[in-house]
């Protein structure tokens, strides 16, 4: 089992940053694969970005991309998410998720542990 547990959301107003962290617990070695996904009211669950454990090569999805920076510690076995200038419509919850594949899958159906969410508001 692996645990994951996010924090660092909170309000922000348009153009603001913030970092979210995600702390990983448990047989995290077998995981090879981190991700951020967000969901907000309404919508379905969608991808932000992932980063390899082993090679530290990441992907983002289209909407955050050149805003958002995914990176992780593995000494630390946490993973955080830059997200700057920020947008009302990035206002979601926003879960950590890992997967043991190597591949840095965009499907949260190929994720198998999640942590609880934390929730980022962008005010306009």
């Known amino acids: 089992q692996v645990q994951l547990v996010e924090s660092g959301g909170g309000l922000v107003q348009a153009g603001g940053s913030l970092r979210l962290s995600c702390a990983a617990s448990?047989?995290?070695?077998?995981?090879?694969?981190m991700g951020w996904f967000r969901q907000a009211p309404g919508k379905e669950r969608e991808f932000v970005a992932a980063?390899?454990?082993?090679?530290?090569?990441?992907r983002y999805g289209d909407s955050v991309k050149g805003r958002f920076t995914i990176s992780g510690d593995n000494a630390k076995n946490q993973v955080y998410l830059q997200m700057n200038s920020l947008k009302p419509e990035d206002t979601a919850v926003y879960y950590c998720?890992?997967?043991?594949?190597?591949?840095?899958?965009?499907?949260?159906?190929?994720?198998?542990?999640w942590g609880q969410g934390t929730q980022v508001t962008v005010s306009s």
């Open positions: 998720a890992a997967r043991p594949g190597v591949v840095l899958t965009t499907s949260r159906h190929e994720y198998d542990y």
């Open positions: 448990g047989r995290t070695f077998s995981m090879n694969a």
């Open positions: 980063i390899s454990k082993s090679s530290g090569s990441t």
